[in-house]
């Protein structure tokens, strides 16, 4: 297995560690403006004493707590974390949705690799994606769907590509996405075709949260992947995408009138 | 085009609506020339199928003549006759390549819904509810056929409207319910439930090699048409007792494979609903599900049950006990209309002899004008009414 496919792999296991220990997700002006509140709360509380003396004190003792350790409790329910981060990380721990999906498609691998090698092909079955142009060797220019009729664009490159194995790719700097993901294709017995897992995970803006209201209207990373791996697997098996839209049907109203 | 629109219980209205269109390269719109009720519509006609839209066109038993082609399609050309199996398969999916067309994958365009639901997601099907993928179906004048390479079959024209429209339902059901059975040559093969699968699946008994067929029901007409069409032994379970009857009739062994035409006819299609309607409508519910387990419990050991009849949720009391303990068969299933159209062309033709005619099972005609007509009397009138057909 070549290096860098491992370090996508521990990647995505350094993530899920890095869940289980208590870490800063403070950054040093948040943490310098828990400590500051603390204090000032802690004088006012303990100075004027009584129900309303007693609560402000304990407010004060849990801001400083937070702003010393750096970490808040809050935040990390909430998944969100503003400590400053190198530029190595494309997305960092305890950030964004992480999804994970198989499918097997009955063609194959070196038929499904090669449609999903090129990156134009992408927009053919994945909903929400207008287009993708490559823009280098590796890179691409990504334009995709965003709420209210928006678009946003991002840069991304293909970091590891093994020929009917394995695609990985992550987002560059400076776009409106973050996201890193792999597809792996394995042979399956019987001809049974080609079974491919797609390891992914984005940073939505505003965090997990976003996500998961998205997720009440289906438009969460989890249903966005299962819908575009299976019009993936149609597009391969069938050639077109099932659709009912545009077909004929009477009124949508019982007002509609007998012949 | 006229076309049967769907507005809710017991409502259903001929409406004047847009001509189908050609929406992928594998379709095909067919001018539509015979078209069937089948008894699965009146669930569609009596509400109890979810996730229905106002103005749905209903129908998945229809045939007709290719006037339109999407480019992809290169084996079926403008004028030929067709009849259309009711399950929408690709053709080009594991399930359809190991011809379970009727679990195809990539079909039903709401398998995520289906899935939600079940698990997993079956083909989708003409006209029945978006669940199944919300295919306007073909109680119309014209109808888009996706697919259409693979599911269209060509029919000669030595074939009358009649003999061929229910080349896409009934009688690949009854076909494959014998087939199902593991009928041996000899055997004694009882079906429960005489409606139209049930007078289909008599007949197939004998093509797969019965040598007796007992057929139970309990409405004369259905009784009298097994007799005389189906050449089975009859009886109506209001006057006998089936179980005792049966271990009579067989010499104290019990039939080889026994075959559930019923279903259980009276389902929502979500399994709490099911297992609200056993709880809530006892009799009615315990009646519905009485045909399994009395084949169950009839069939000898060793034998096969098979179940074309529709089962959708949960059942209360079923003997696995003692399917188990004498060592039975089952198998079920939605039927893999397209891989025994060829056959059954062939057997409806008749290769040299008079071909088998499966149009005795009609007794009622509308123009397609009067469908509502044709839905109420079919609903209100079991006994007489066994097969309505309509003609745009």
């Known amino acids: 297995m070549p290096v860098s496919t491992q370090s996508v792999e521990s990647f995505f296991e350094s993530m899920k560690a890095s869940q289980r220990t208590l870490t800063a997700n403070l950054n040093d002006t948040e943490k310098w403006l828990s400590i500051a509140a603390g204090a000032y709360l802690g004088v006012k509380g303990l100075s004027r004493g009584g129900p309303s003396g007693l609560l402000a004190t304990g407010l004060a003792a849990g801001l400083l707590y937070r702003g010393l350790t750096g970490h808040c409790y809050l935040y990390d329910q909430l998944g969100i974390d503003t400590t400053e981060k190198s530029s190595l990380t494309v997305i960092p721990a305890q950030q964004g949705v992480h999804v994970k999906k198989s499918v097997t498609i009955a063609k194959p691998i070196e038929e499904v690799f090669r449609f999903w090698d090129d990156v134009e092909n992408l927009p053919r079955f994945m909903t929400h994606i207008i287009s993708v142009t490559t823009t280098g060797e590796s890179r691409s220019h990504w334009i995709a769907e965003a709420p209210l009729g928006l678009q946003v664009e991002w840069d991304a490159e293909v970091f590891n590509r093994v020929p009917n194995e394995l695609i990985a790719w992550q987002s560059l700097p400076g776009g409106a996405v973050q996201s890193v993901g792999s597809i792996r294709f394995a042979e399956q017995p019987n001809g049974r075709g080609t079974s491919v897992t797609l390891n992914m995970k984005y940073n939505p803006t505003g965090g997990k949260v976003t996500d998961a209201i998205a997720g009440l209207f289906g438009r969460d990373l989890a249903s966005e992947i299962d819908g575009d791996l299976r019009n993936f697997k149609r597009l391969l098996e069938a050639g077109e995408l099932p659709t009912v839209d545009g077909q004929t049907h009477g009124p949508r109203s019982s007002l509609s009138r007998m012949l | ?392």
Not at chain 2, 21 to 34: E, K
Not at chain 2, 217 to 233: F, N, Q, V
Not at chain 2, 277 to 286: C, G, I, R, S, Y
């Open chain 2, 1 to 392: 085009m006229k076309a049967l629109c769907w507005y809710g219980k017991q409502d259903v209205r001929v409406l004047n609506v847009d001509d189908p269109a050609i929406l992928n390269p594998r379709d095909a719109i067919i001018r539509i020339t015979s078209t069937a009720i089948c008894g699965s519509d009146l669930h569609l006609y009596n509400g109890m199928i979810p996730t229905m839209q106002l103005g749905d066109i209903l129908g998945h038993e229809f045939m007709g003549e290719v006037i339109e082609l999407g480019s992809s399609v290169t084996n079926l050309k403008i004028g030929d006759r067709v009849v259309i199996p009711f399950t929408i398969s690709c053709g080009g999916c594991f399930f359809c390549n190991r011809q379970l067309y009727s679990l195809c994958d990539n079909s039903n365009p709401n398998a995520a819904m289906a899935e939600k639901m079940y698990g997993y997601s079956g083909s989708a099907l003409y006209g029945y509810s978006h669940l199944f993928g919300g295919y306007a179906g073909g109680q119309a004048e014209y109808v888009r056929v996706p697919f259409a390479d693979v599911g269209a079959f060509k029919i000669p024209d030595e074939l009358s409207d009649d003999q061929a429209l229910f080349l896409t339902d009934i009688l690949p059901t009854g076909f494959m319910a014998a087939e199902n059975a593991n009928i041996q040559r000899g055997d004694t093969v009882a079906v429960w439930g005489c409606g139209p699968v049930g007078q289909f699946t008599i007949q197939s008994a004998y093509w797969h090699g019965a040598e007796r067929v007992i057929a139970i029901d309990h409405i004369p007409e259905r009784l009298e048409m097994a007799r005389t069409h189906g050449k089975a032994e009859t009886l109506n379970y209001e006057e006998v007792n089936v179980l005792e009857t049966l271990n009579e009739m067989t010499g104290g062994i019990g039939p080889d494979a026994c075959i559930d035409c019923v279903g259980l006819e009276s389902h929502g299609f979500s399994p709490d609903a099911i297992y609200d309607k056993v709880k809530t409508k006892l009799m009615l519910a315990t009646d519905r599900l009485h045909a399994l387990r009395e084949a169950i419990t009839a069939c000898r050991k060793g034998g096969s049950v098979s179940v074309p009849g529709v089962y959708a949720g949960y059942l209360d009391k079923f003997p696995f006990g003692a399917a188990f303990s004498k060592g039975l068969t089952l198998k079920m299933g939605q039927t893999h209309v397209h891989r025994y159209l060829d056959e059954l062309i062939k057997k409806v033709i008749g290769n040299g002899k008079p071909g088998f005619d499966p149009s005795y099972i009609i007794t009622h005609r509308y123009p397609l004008s009067s469908a509502p007509e044709a839905y109420k009397t079919f609903y209100e009138n079991k006994g007489e009414c066994i097969k309505v057909v309509l003609t745009p």
